[in-house]
Structure formats: C-alpha cells, structure tokens
C-alpha cells in the first residue's frame, strides 16, 4: 500500500530570489515515473520535507500545464522555510503532495475573474493567471488587484508587463507604504527571524545565515523595478481595497477569487459585498496550521472543516459565518 | 567556529547548585558524541581549559543574584552567538527567587553573619538582563533537551522543546494521577521531563516553570478548593519560577486579594 | 478485524479455565492484549499470563487508540545527506503477530470504528488500516457500569452489537460467548464450549437490561449539534474555560480523541534521525499556532469550545456521528471535574 505520508524526493533545479525574504523554488521529482504522474489544480498544496528539520505546506506557484516542473514561492518564516534557504540548486527535498482543493477552476471557465491578492497570498493565485496566458479563449477578462505592504515585498514584478500585455488581463498594484524599502533590502540575506514561540530561538544558529537570499544590491535593484512598476499600473498607497474605485470588472457572471492576509480577505469580501457582489461568488485561501495534509493530524480544522482537506480554497458563502474564521 | 571547524561551546555559571551543569556531565555516555561535533572551550567545572570567546553557543546556568552577575551575564551574551538559559534558575530566577518576597538586606541578615560582606540583589532570571535565544527548563535540565538544543542549533533551526502542560506527558505514561492526594503541580506546569516525578509516585513541584497560557488563577481556585491555604498555594507558585511573569503576576494577585479580603 | 454485521451465533458457555484456555489458544497465533490491574491502574496491555486479563475493571487509562498509533510512532527513518525517507522503514511491522484485543469495553470497541472513519475514511492510513484488518477482537459486555458512564447516550454500550470477533459476557463465575464474525464462529467452534443452557440466556437478557437502567448519567443528544450550534456564545463556555486548566489529559485519555504532531528527531551523528508522530491536544496552546505566531485559539475558551464542539458537532458533519462513546475517561481524569454531561445539560 502506498505509504501515506513517506515523501518522494525532489531535485531543485532552480532557485530564484524573489523579495527580501522569498525565494522561488522550481522542482522536479528525481523518480522520472513520479513526476510524469504528477499533477495539480492551481491552488493546491504539497507539504515539503526538510529530513532533520520537518515539513511545511506550501502552496504551488507555477504553471499547471507545465508536467516537467513546478514551483513554490517560499517566504521564510519558520525552521523548514529557513532551512530550504539554506539549499542550493541541485539539492534534494521530499515531496508529497498535492493536496486540498484548489480554486474552482470549472467555475472560473468562461467567466470574468477579478483576482485580489495581498503579499505572498499571490503566490497560489499566480497558476491560474499563467493558465489564462495559455487558454486565454477559455476564460473571460482578468483582473488583478494586487497590494504589498511596501514596494520591496511585490512579488513576480518582471512578469507584470507580460501580464498586462495580455488584451484580457489588467493588473493594478497598491501598496500599504513607500517607505520602508531601505530597511527591506538591508534585512537581505537573512534577516527574516520567524515568530519567536515561548521557548523559541528568534535568531539563526551556528549553522550560517540563509544563502540563497537576494543580497541588498541585488534588492536594490529590485525595489527600483517595483517601484516603476507601481507607476505603471496605477500604483495606490494603501491597503488592497484602495484599487477597489479603479475596478473595470463588474458582478455580472464575474468569479473573484482572493489570498492574502486574513484581515485582508476579511475587507475585500465585505467591501465586495458592499458593491454589490454576491458571497456566492467569492473564494478566499484560507491558513491554518497544517501539518499532516491529509485530514488526520487536526491541526487546520476550523469547524467542521478540515482546511487541508475541504479547502484551502473555500466560497466565502461557506464559510463567512464560521465561528472561528475572521470573516 | 574554530580552527578545526566545529562550534564553540561556553558554559557559565551564577548562583545555582552547579546540578545543570553537572546534568550536562551526566551525559557521558553521549558527551563523545557532542564533543566530536563541538569544541568544548569554556566549561570551568569540567575542564582547565578555558579558551577565550567569542564562542557560537554559550550556556548560563544559576540566577542573577548580585552585581558581578549582571557583568557577566552581559559578557556572556557579548561572546556568544547564541545564549540559552540553563534550567530554571537562569530561566526563571529558579529556588534563589524564593528571597525575592524579602527584603534584600533581612535576606541577608539572615543567612550571614556578616551581612555587610554581601552585595547581593534580588534573584532574576538571565532575560532581566540580557536578551536570551532560548532556555532549557528544570530543575535539573533535561538531558535529553539538552541534546535536542544543541542539535537544532548545529542544524541551525529553532528547538521544538515541549511547552504544553505536564498532564499530556503524564498520562501518555499511564500514570496514576497524583493530583487528588498531593496537589501535584502537573496541570501548569510545563512538560518535557518525561513525568519524571510522577512516574516515581512524586507529585510534580513545578521545577520547570508554569506551561504556556498555564490557567493559573483556575489552578489556584482548584487548590484552595481542595483545602489548601492562600500561603500554601502562593509559596507553590514561587518556589521555582516566581519570578517567572505570569507566576509573578499570579502570586501578586494571589497576596494582594488575601490581603484586602 | 470484525465484520460490519453481526453473524447470528449460538451463545456457548465457558469457567474461568475454559475462557484461560481460549486465551492461551490466541496467543498461539496473535498477540494478546487486554485490561490489566497494577496497583490502582488499569492498563491495556500485552498479556502473557491468562489470569492477568481481566473483564470486571474499569476503563483502561489509555484506551485502545494506542494499538493502532502509539503515543510516539516512527513513519519513517531518514538521512539528510540522501535527503530521503529509508526504504525499508516500517518493514519491521510486518514480521510481527496480528493482534487481538480481549476483554475492551464495547465503548472502545465503538470508538475503533470511529477512528476507522478518521484514518481510513477520506485518505488510507497504510500503517493504521495494515493493523486494523489483522485485529481479533473480543469484546466484554459491560454488566456493571462504572460509575463515569454514559454509553447509551450514543447506543456505543453496555453491551456491543457489533464490529468485534467474539463478545463475552461474565456472569459469576460463567464467561458467555457469542461470535460476532466468520472469523469469530470458526474460532469458538474450534473450542468446543457447551452451548448456553436457556436460564444462562435469560440472564444473558437480564443482565443487558440491568446494566442498562444503571446508567443514569446521560447527554440528550436529540438535536444536540443544531443547539451547539445555536450557543457558541452562551456564558456556560466562559465558566468552563475558567476552570479548565487546558491541561490535555481529557484528550489524552480520549479513546476518540486522534490529534498528532509530525517531527524529525535527528540522532547525535546529526546525519540520520527518524519522522515522528506524536499525539498531542487541541487544548494546548501551540496546537493551531502558524508559523508567523498568529493563534486562531489563542484564548482558553476557543480551545476548550474545539474540543466539546468538535465530539459533540463538527465530528457529526465530519463522519456521521458524534464523536464520543461515553466511556467516561475524560470525567474521571480531569483534575478539574470539568464533566461534559454537566456542560452540556446547562445549555438546555
């Protein structure tokens, strides 16, 4: 029987600073006969291993058409994101996955998308942008609203002109701050701590500072991009929700789907409906804690919901009134 | 890190019983091990040799108890990387804290015969004065925590050293519960020593500080409920972590209502 | 493993030497677990000594849970320089006897089916499900209630109807048996025990019902989740977060209760180490925290809300029943007297 939660190795082909604190990983399964079989619904999650340290879900960031690779765009926040930073190209991780339900893709065929992101929350919407690029006649217009808190936290800012280009997609950028660029760029190289849990080690250990970070140069250079790019797209300083007077996309036969910081979905679902748009036609990514993946470990249950296994992705409907969900 | 590549290991002591370290030394039987992934350079109660820092991982056993203290402290964290408070007394002030409910000079006066020799303060835990990575809790340490620290910081994660309430531990031990007939501390206070007492049929005394969001004021409630005095439930709450804020709070709010009841 | 329905079997009638011997028989072919005294404690454990097992004790302080996923488990050993999990890891197992449970309460034996919802239900434990089909169970009726109980709040005892091998009832000095199971008939035909005689059969009925009216205790389950539902702000929750001291016993002991934490533990060569499975408690204060340190139960009473609503409704939702059977252990073992019967009578 299929060993449930035993990993399958993965090469990293490919490693690419991103901000501050991210990094892209691009994988391949080293078992040819693993990645050929091998796909994914943009949304879903793999959980990866770490041998020594653990395991953390993350969701996939890539193209679901491409069967040769996939990506995670990884922020470093705890042990295993930290200990990933520390790989170079060529190493090995462990791999299993994909997990949850993914955005409703079905659903999203032949509708317009208004597409709501917040920080890393872009990251697991990025797959169904890059399968409109591809299948463009299957979907409608798509809109991206997409906010950071400050210019060196914009993620994928080279494929914004190549987005937008697009005759059916429109991207629009907010920011919550123009300050703090400086203070990002010097925290490069390492300087994302993580939470500090009652016993917790705030600081790296003997073991060296994550490599695989973009140096401030290097984010230096990106800051001056995103900062073109915010001029370009209509770049707003504020929370998300400030694009909101500039939205062309209207509630008519129209599919959001938004990720990003609770709070953040919490008020665009609320300023959404406001507008007019039905909780029926809102999904959101949720985060909990996950750990097993597969329904069994009861970590991410909110309610009777298993987020690992019911969601991530969920309509808003489904879960507004939830007890313990912020919205 | 050394010449020879490994990390530097520093081991310091302020006022305490010496039993953590001596912990450490009770290891013997993997100390080889460590020692072949660590150089150990400052460790005056095990060995001669005393290597100057900077160090990568320094241990500071005993509480902060008089002024010399507060240098050293402040040094040790100078000098090493990574600083980690060893067992209670470092973490949480530990049995010197139980002076701390006196006033400095009767403590003095009581335990010297020349007070005016001693300059001591009030016992505080190692963080009062300098920021600490991480601390090991006990009374003594737990080797096997031991261990676990000194691997997560040669891998270069953060430990997952247990937090969580003594009882989980216990009963996954199939011990009999001690509460009912000793009051045992278990309920609040933290895991990680493997019920080392109650599997003996000792009830817990809290040596290892209170659990993470410990419901101390219900635990107090159920103890008076029990028949024990407002003093008896305050000298359990400070005998090895009362310095520790939310036992400090707890014990606070304990006295201050018996006193304007 | 015992079969979903119950094969109508004769009743046959075993003495204390007959049911020793149908014991020593298993143990020729399985491993033999079942309630233990030590001392003041009942433990489940392997039996090697007949006598040893007893069917008269009180609940067993872990319950059969831990047959199917030890308190610690390995999944796996790795090696970091090859940065993959061991091959051959849990090959082990496969070697060892099958296992059968003798003498657990039919409350546990209520609660393995549970379980079997939660670890083969939406995705298939491997190791779980691999332990679970090799399991003889021996169910023991209950004819004297503890004093804990209330299983007939959710039809999980006093005594099983079905799921298990062979049931035994002990009356005096008498074992009654009655296969549950192809695997069970077989089994106690081999045996050759005299069949029940009709007074032992009308005592059989008498002791049910005996049993039954000396469970008094009782949580009305009749529209219990939609009031659950309807109350998630009811002042009851904040009383009960007061006292409870989040301690996780309650969940620890729980035979329904199947939260775990996934770690590595590296050894000392710092190379090689082991994936662990720990059992742990929605009631402690790490369990749902995210890596960032947000807690969506930070506060006490949002724990102790989880773990009530999640036996008494989410489960529901979940699997189809609710997730507790009554068997009492959270009662007895909580320092602070924290009692769901109580609880959830106050929101009526």
């Known amino acids: 029987m299929e060993k449930l939660m035993t990993p399958r190795p993965a090469v990293i082909e490919r490693i690419r600073p991103e901000t501050a604190d991210t990094l892209v990983y691009t994988l391949r399964f080293a078992e040819p006969e693993v990645q050929q079989g091998y796909t994914f619904q943009p949304g879903q999650f793999n959980e990866i291993s770490i041998f020594g340290v653990g395991e953390a879900p993350i969701s996939i960031s890539s193209d679901p058409n491409n069967r040769e690779t996939f990506e995670h765009t990884v922020r470093v926040v705890g042990n295993v994101t930290r200990a990933l930073a520390r790989l170079r190209e060529g190493s090995h991780v462990g791999v299993r996955g994909p997990y949850g339900k993914g955005w409703p893709m079905e659903r999203l065929r032949g509708h317009n998308i208004l597409l709501i992101a917040g920080g890393i929350g872009l990251a697991p919407l990025r797959p169904v942008i890059q399968d409109v690029l591809r299948h463009a006649d299957l979907y409608g217009s798509l809109e991206i609203l997409y906010g950071a808190r400050s210019p060196a936290e914009l993620l994928y800012v080279d494929e914004y002109d190549v987005w937008d280009a697009h005759p059916q997609i429109r991207l629009r950028l907010s920011v919550d701050r123009m300050d703090g660029t400086a203070a990002a760029a010097a925290t490069a190289g390492g300087g994302a701590a993580g939470a500090g849990a009652s016993n917790g080690m705030t600081g790296v250990g003997v073991a060296g500072p994550a490599s695989a970070l973009a140096g401030p140069q290097v984010m230096a250079e990106r800051v001056k991009r995103a900062t073109v790019a915010l001029e370009r797209y209509g770049g707003q300083v504020g929370p998300v929700t400030v694009l909101f007077d500039q939205m062309v996309t209207s509630p008519r036969g129209a599919v959001v789907i938004t990720c990003g910081p609770e709070i953040m979905m919490k008020y665009v679902a609320l300023g959404l409906v406001e507008r007019g748009w039905s909780p029926e036609q809102i999904f959101v990514s949720l985060e909990r804690r996950m750990e097993c993946g597969v329904a069994q470990c009861g970590h991410c249950q909110i309610g009777p919901l298993y987020v690992c296994k019911d969601g991530p992705v969920f309509c808003y409907k489904d879960i507004r009134y939830l007890p313990e969900a912020v919205f | 890190m050394g010449t020879n590549g490994k990390p530097h290991l520093a081991v310091y002591k302020l006022s305490s019983c010496a039993g953590c370290q001596l912990q450490i030394l009770n290891l013997e039987d993997v100390l080889l091990d460590i020692a072949g992934a660590v150089e150990i350079a400052y460790f005056p109660m095990a060995s001669r040799r005393m290597d100057p820092g900077p160090y990568d991982i320094g241990f500071v056993e005993g509480a902060v108890t008089e002024p010399a203290e507060i240098e050293k402290v402040k040094t040790a964290r100078q000098q090493c990387r990574v600083l980690v408070a060893l067992g209670s007394c470092a973490a949480f002030g530990g049995l010197p804290s139980m002076k701390n409910r006196f006033p400095q000079h009767e403590v003095e006066r009581r335990v010297y015969q020349r007070p005016d020799w001693i300059h001591s303060v009030a016992a505080r835990p190692v963080s009062e004065y300098v920021k600490v990575d991480a601390i090991l809790r006990g009374c003594p340490i737990d080797t096997s925590e031991f261990l676990e620290l000194v691997k997560a910081v040669l891998i270069g994660i953060r430990p997952r050293l247990a937090s969580h309430s003594l009882c989980l531990e216990c009963r996954l031990q199939e011990n009999g519960c001690l509460f009912d007939r000793t009051g045992c501390m278990g309920p609040v206070t933290a895991a990680g020593c493997g019920a080392l007492c109650p599997g003996l049929g000792r009830a817990c005394e809290g040596c290892r500080g209170p659990a993470e969001g410990a419901n101390l004021a219900g635990f107090a409630r159920l103890l008076e409920a029990k028949g024990y005095s407002r003093r008896d439930v305050i000298d359990r709450f400070q005998k090895y972590a009362g310095a520790e804020p939310s036992m400090a709070v707890a014990a606070t709010a304990l006295a201050w209502e018996e006193a304007h009841a | ?348």
């Open chain 3, 1 to 348: 493993m015992g079969s979903a329905t119950r094969v109508a079997t004769a009743v046959h009638v075993a003495d204390q030497a007959g049911w020793e011997g149908l014991i020593r028989a298993l143990q020729r072919t399985h491993a033999v677990w079942g309630p233990v005294q030590e001392g003041e404690r009942v433990i489940l454990k392997e039996i090697t000594e007949p006598a040893a097992l007893r069917v008269d004790v009180p609940p067993t302080l872990l319950p059969t849970k831990k047959v199917y996923r030890a308190p610690r488990e390995t999944l796996f050993q790795f090696s970091r320089k090859q940065a993959r999990a061991a091959p051959d890891s849990g090959q082990r197992e496969a070697a060892a006897k099958p296992l059968a449970l003798v003498g657990i309460h039919p409350c546990d034996l209520k609660a393995i089916q549970l379980l079997d919802r939660v670890f083969t239900g939406f995705f298939v434990d491997d190791r779980y499900s691999a332990r679970r089909a090799q399991t003889f169970i021996i169910v023991s009726n209950c004819t004297t209630p503890f004093r804990s109980c209330f299983c007939t709040s959710f039809d999980s005892g006093p005594f099983a109807r079905n799921g298990f091998d062979l049931a035994v009832t002990r009356l005096g000095d008498r074992y009654l048996l009655q296969a549950g199971s192809p695997a069970g008939q077989t089994f106690l035909a081999v045996l050759d025990f005299p069949a029940a005689s009709s007074s032992d059969l009308a005592e059989l009925v008498t002791a049910e019902a005996g049993a039954r009216q000396q469970i008094t205790r009782r949580i009305d389950t009749d529209g219990l989740t939609r009031l659950l539902n309807m109350n998630v702000d009811h002042p009851v929750w904040d009383e009960v977060a007061d006292r409870c001291l989040c301690c996780g016993a309650c969940t620890a002991v729980c035979p329904t209760c199947y939260c775990f934490s996934v770690r590595d533990r590296l050894n000392l060569d710092l190379e090689t180490g082991e994936r662990q499975m720990d059992w742990t408690s929605c009631l402690i204060m790490e369990f749902s925290q995210v890596a960032l340190g947000h807690n969506p139960r930070h506060h006490r009473v949002a724990r102790v809300k989880q773990r009530l609503y999640h036996k008494f409704s989410y489960f529901n939702d979940q699997y189809g029943e609710f997730g507790c059977v009554g068997c009492g252990r959270c009662v007895e073992t909580c320092v602070a007297d924290l009692d769901p019967v109580e609880i959830l009578a106050r929101l009526r």
